[in-house]
């Protein structure tokens, strides 16, 4: 991915990096119908928003919102129907080699062993499988799986498995990481362990994330910014900063307070509109 056309924007709420920040997705316009049998469903409706490189930008938004859709859509897995999305100044029309994008289940082969599940994307791309092993070695022992490279799976606890999928996709040193709730359905001190995990790696190897979550306080812990979405079709009811210093101990995730501003937007798109949003055939086509 080339660095070449770059927007110059204000630097990460609480960043521990001084230098100038850059914008490395850009979503202009977004909107995403979905043509039914019998209706459209518009999931996505004129969303706007920049990511700075080295952000950790999360999205919170009621079941329904679009918040998959929209990844789905930057990772180059989806068309939009209208609008665009670039990153690093090159729009996105398929899946870019250094995005990586890690789902709520692991996504393992059963039948493969912890370092040959990680493996598998190599060969899949026709890379140097003995070089890619080393790496994979490597950050496999980062993510404390050194002592399970030839298990299975179903040998595996469902954090530890998605250490495999996290350690996957970290050993293909993606600039971009796209997580679509990679830790709900994990219990929540496995989930504590992760995300401060996860918070390390990126910061060390220089990763922008963008996180899907339903966990407010996650959202706030973890990142720079959070995009709230109103319920459907999906916009941007809000972004807010969240000034916390970095690097975010294990303290500061169990008393994070939410920003006033945060607590302002939330009860706008929640608790005043139906879960699952409208509800009133308005796309009748
Ligand atoms: N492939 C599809 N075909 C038709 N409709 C879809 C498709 N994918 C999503 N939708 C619709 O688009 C809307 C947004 O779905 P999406 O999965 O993006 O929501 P979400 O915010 O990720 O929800 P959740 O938090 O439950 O995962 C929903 O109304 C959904 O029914
Ligand atoms: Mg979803």
């Excluded at 969303?47 to 990844?71: A, H, M, P, Y």
Aim: net charge negative; aromatic share 6%.
């Amino acid at each position: 991915m080339s660095s070449a056309v770059l927007s110059k924007v204000e630097a990460p709420a609480g960043a521990s990096r001084s230098e100038a920040a850059v914008a490395i997705v850009e979503v202009r316009g977004l909107s995403k119908i979905f043509h039914l049998e019998d209706r459209d469903v518009v999931a996505l409706e004129g969303v706007d928003v920049t990511i700075r490189e080295r952000e950790f930008v999360s999205f919170v938004g009621r079941s329904g919102c679009g918040k998959s859709t929209l990844l789905n859509i930057i990772a180059g897995l989806l068309d939009a129907t209208s609008g665009t999305v670039d990153i690093s100044g090159q729009p996105v029309i398929e899946p870019f080699r250094h995005v990586g994008f890690m789902f709520q289940a692991p996504v393992l082969l059963p039948w493969r062993t912890v370092e040959s599940n990680v493996l598998l994307p190599a060969e899949v791309m026709g890379l140097n499988v003995a070089t890619v092993r080393e790496k994979a070695r490597s950050v496999l022992a980062t993510v404390g799986l050194s002592d399970f490279l030839t298990a299975y799976p179903k040998q595996l606890s469902g954090g530890m498995q998605q250490r495999v999928a996290l350690a996957r996709v970290l050993t293909y040193e993606p600039k971009l990481l796209l997580m679509d709730e990679p830790f709900g359905a994990l219990d929540e001190f496995t989930r504590e362990a992760m995300n401060l995990e996860l918070l390390r790696l990126a910061e060390s190897a220089g990763i922008t994330v963008i996180f899907v979550t339903h966990n407010i306080s996650e959202a706030v812990f973890l990142s720079n910014r959070v995009v709230v979405m109103t319920p459907r079709p999906g916009k941007v009811a809000g972004i807010v900063d969240i000034p916390l210093p970095r690097p975010r101990e294990i303290a500061v995730m169990q008393q994070c307070p939410w920003p006033a501003p945060l607590e302002v937007v939330l009860p706008e798109v929640w608790v005043l509109s139906p879960i699952g949003g409208r509800t009133d055939g308005e796309e009748a086509a």
